[in-house]
């Protein structure tokens, strides 16, 4: 509410600021091109468009300024060319490359026309770059890669400030209005690109409903349901195919497009999607139908999935406690959830593979970090920047961990007792919660994100049938069934809603916008337009953090505006 | 400290800046209203005293805005015979109103010459207001009641923030210098209105006490002592009766002045005494002696308290959660223990009962919400504005939880195990921690409030008989025996001082200023005016929040100053 | 990293405003002098060297700010008069005295030239300063002694804030560039001054470590070892031996300089040290050789060493809870762990003396504020200014509390069961977590806090001998044996160091600066120029707070400009 009640004065502020700026920054401008006129243009003819070459026309530079980045691409075909030099390049990566695209354009149905996708280099894994830029005469290639490795906007990693000011929502999804970001808008990007790691989410959901259904089947507690454990080996495998799927298709992205993985990691709420594949590996572990299993797990599949998530967790967590831009208050946002329960799912696999020790050890790192993102996402404190004003999907991701916590309790310490009990009341209190305020979830686009909603339904679900098992009595039995049936109808429609969307609709992989933000607000103006606009970033995010926006920032564009009249002047 | 350092530079530049905007207000002002004058007119008749009448002669309209709310009113007596007209309806409400305000009389004793109480109107409940109001034309009727729903300074809910920038001390009850409020503070109000919710802490004092003493008689740990059961049998039926008393007075507010109760709702500290009436009702359900009782009370007592409670907590533990103004983040205060102490003392109760799961599921939903308000209680974020710097009876909430929630868990579980001990033990450290500040305790004002701080040293002497009879010792026996008097103490020292308040000094009920603040800071200034004091008062906010206020606030102010001139001078 | 890229900024600007500001200051300086000269000359003269009678030459004016309390005091001998006069007092206290100045001289090996310490009797405790001064006339005496009181910048407590703006690192132990120190930086201070409550470090280091010999000797899981009781023993020794010379010393220096022991115990991270040497006492009560010991030891044990601990808790605990600039969010840091630490060594020693009840106690204590600190320091909220970006030895203390705890459970509840297995996994991962920062550890120097950091690592071992004894594996019991070598060897490694800057470099105790804070800034400063300098500390604490500090402070430097271009032309 105040954000949206300062933006005006903020983006006027912006406007003067950059209009009484412009003649320093021309003049800069004018002398940083006569500067770096030498290699500049060679670099910008592979990297960037033509940007510096358009730029001479000084009475264009506002407009410039603007649309550089989303058009000036399209000015030259050099770029196509290139591109299709390096896509024959004849060796195997390339035939990889090429079903990578392929099965994009498969997918996205565009069809017609090659899109122009130079630009979309920039997002390409470097060694991938050398590799197709050996046919360049060597200098060249010199420049080319010094220039991405120095000047590119996809630099080594963006600022978790950054994410935070050019994106907006619960998910960090969508664009504001006044950024501009390095890809076009208007097209379709390739596939791999259009690929996030939320789609692991998928297996999420499939995974934890074939753990559901198996345990629906063979549960005592609902053992009066008759159900056949056949729903759930179906399941299984559509969760083993989708993972086999969606990871392969991934793991391309993660050779092509090695860049843009970096920016989903950098990202401070895609980074708790990176548990996603491994927990989804651990449910299907943990789901696999006894058809196929052996009395035990060997502990080795453990170490498989879990290793992962406890590199991954040695080094989030470490960034929580660490004081950079990525502490705890401020990227809490409820997918980090995801980066707890983790622990606890590994300790359930844990129990089934025998290693009963390991897994309380997993179940115990657990508890200390969902403490910790518990309270701190309940405090809702005023640097959380990630956390939106309305409820969202994302939500349900609260009941998800304690659910899991409470069925990983029972798996290690055996007994559905007070601390197993506990978790899942909480569980279940989080779901009415989250229930009576439905109203609130309605009217969001679809998106594969939504997925990754599923799971936690699923797992209170599954901690309500061990519940029933603890204590049957009509109520928990009716709860369990309720839970279960809901989560199951969820995932239904949401996988019907998946595939029209992928197959009849083609909408399901839009553009990932997030990925492709600049580094910094207009990354084409020189340093004195840097500064102003590093000025008007940060009395954004200001108005954004404080109740008394208003005035802070008519007075300090007031003195902003003196300071410039004082430059001019003197 | 610093709020007081700094507000000598806030309020100075507050008024200098009223001053130099007031040209431009003052002409904003007469264009309003010319413009309002066809419909104000009748508005302002009716609701509000005859404001907009006096506040023609601009030159007096500085002082007009100070004093309008407060003594415009008495000016015109014809909303004396427009309130007479009313209550002489002669249907069955207008008899109930009598009986209140008939109530008011005997009770605060100022007898004397009926108050001009037109302006009182504006608490009142809407459909009492158009029932009165059918005696006027329909045409005026119209106007008045559209006129209060769109222009009167009652309006819907009146934001958090509010409250925190216009109220003051650890209940946020006492009004700050600078404030208007909408009713005359020099004349008492009727008594419905002086009313507060938290008279029902009188109860909760009460049925804890009849508790605690049944639990001294019946307990093996005190049985030493041979009191009598007769003494917990008459503490129950003065709670009873002081319940019945409390809660029907509080239901003819509840009637009459249901816009006061909104206010009391939205209040960020007493919307935690909402609680209170079903915890007390609980407590009387608990305490039930063993004359009355059968063998096992009725879940049906339980459901008709604790679903209120619950249904309470998915809208505040809501708020909590959703990103408003009144996320736990801003609003924890030491109140907010009532919110989450219910949860306990339901699972005593559902114990009692015999739902033991229930209060299982009761319990951990108290455990995951004590969680978050003790650790942010703790932490004492800046962003908790409503936390005092000194200590205060408020306080003692602290222990009230944990001990509540060591009896739960004896109820629910059976056992004084590790768990109970641990949060008993938690209690007696709070407790101990609170009694050597004893000495900032003292020089209060008493209150109805402090009824409530008694409940939870009551619920402490039951936890440490609790725990008598589970480690008898002497000094376990002692502890209890040293509690539960000290607990009885403060309660015969309070019951005597509200008596005296009552019924000698009868100051029980002074104006219950908190509900009457204005929605906007100087509700009557016009736009510009409106601009001008949002300033300020984001300003005072802001002085109040940071260290460095005093430099913040001068140069602030100093900019501000260059702008009105570079306004004027322009 | 915000605060490296503003700090030019800041500076900047602070130089500027000193400079605009000096006529202003000046005059008013010259009037202060004239006012105060009657008392000054006299009080100077003893407690601050002759700072007023250097001060007169307007021209030094900006020099002799920087340097008058750096060399003030070297121009006139008077004071190594005084100082000897005093030390030949006579009395009983005057031998201790010597005894105490002796072993400075013998450890700091200065030497040749006793030191003019005449302005080191600013920290000196008042009744000895009393003592001292029985042999002036009693009309100075009474000038000097109230002059002490009112005027000298060693007051009662220095404020929270002051800490936090002048010091910096991660325990607030070196002071900022821009600040002056009371004492001379450049002359070695008495050994006294010089001998910071951390040395209690190196107690608890050996203590634990024999605790640890003595597990590891009659510990099941390690009996294989075969390792003899008497290393143990010798370490208990040592131990005891150390601490009573620590605690001599320390005593001395309470006996002298109890005002430098104030300003210690006011600092916000060696207030927590100040628990040090009780838990060091209860180290040495617990791990007492059973050569020594009686099967069971004297409560009165338990009562000498915890209940200072208590005290202290109340006193801390109290602080955090209310809202003054010691609250938990403004003040937590790794170092908070001791506080809380000194709970679970309490409940170990109280299930040593047979008080079981009395440890659960201890231990719900411990666990309730352990939540607390846990969560606020890996919420890294921003106020937390005592918490450093970079990690540093001072993160071990996350390890300390959870072992204790666990060890604690085990102690005093019997069982080794969940809730101990839990805390001690928790304190694994910790471990492990810092174990993969380890680079991070590298290049601090070495000073006598580093002590501190090793009994975490020794009561992880500890923890991690009960865990092997509870769960008998290869991976336990090797897991038990690394720790415990890695503890020892760091233990070792830091004696040695230890050795070797106390006796070859005799650089163990360098001038422990953070004591000598000024109490503002700029204390010699008028008024005008106090309020220039509050500025420009407020300013910069708020660059350090918010990532829009480049702005922020831009434009409010301008505004100040302004404002004194302003104040100088009207």
Redesign the interface.
Known sequence: MVAEHTSPNVTGHHSVDVQTVIPNETNNQTKRNKRMNNNQMKLHGFSGGIESGERIPLANKTFNRQVSLGTGVTVLGMDKGFKDTCSSNGDGSASLHRSGTSLGRLRDGVGGGVPRKGDFSIFRTKSTLNKQNSLLPSRELDAHVSGLMQEDPVNKSVPA?RYFAALRGPELDEVRDSEDILLPKDEKWPFLLRFPIGCFGICLGLGSQAILWGAISSSPALSFLHITPIISLVLWVLALAVMIFVATTYSLKCMFYFEAIRREYFHPVRVNFFFAPWIACMFLAIGLPPAFAPARLHPAVWCAFVIPVFALE?KI??Q??????R???KV?NPSSHLSVVGNFVGAILAAKVGWL?VG??M???G???Y??V??????????NEA?????HPV?SMFVATPSAASIAWKAV?GEFD??A??????A??LY??LV??IEFFRGFRFSVAWWSYTFPMTTASLASIRYAEE?PCFF?KGLALGLSMTSSTMVALLFVSTLLHAFVWRSLFPNDLAIAITKDKNTSGGKQGKKST??T???K??AKQ???S???S???S???D??SD?HLTT
């Open positions: 400030g040695l967590y470490g929580w406690l660490s004081g950079g831009k502490r705890l208050c809490a020790e309380r050890f179940w115990a790192i508890l200390a970090h403490l910790c518990f309270v701190t996402l309940y405090q809702r404190l005023p640097t956390l939106p004003k309305e409820l939500y310490y007070a601390v009990r506990s978790f899942f009341f909480i279940l209190f009415i919660s009576v305020r204590a928990s590093k000025k970033y940060d009395i995010r200001w404080a109740p008394f208003l005035v802070s008519i007075t300090k007031l003195s902003v003196k300071d004082g």
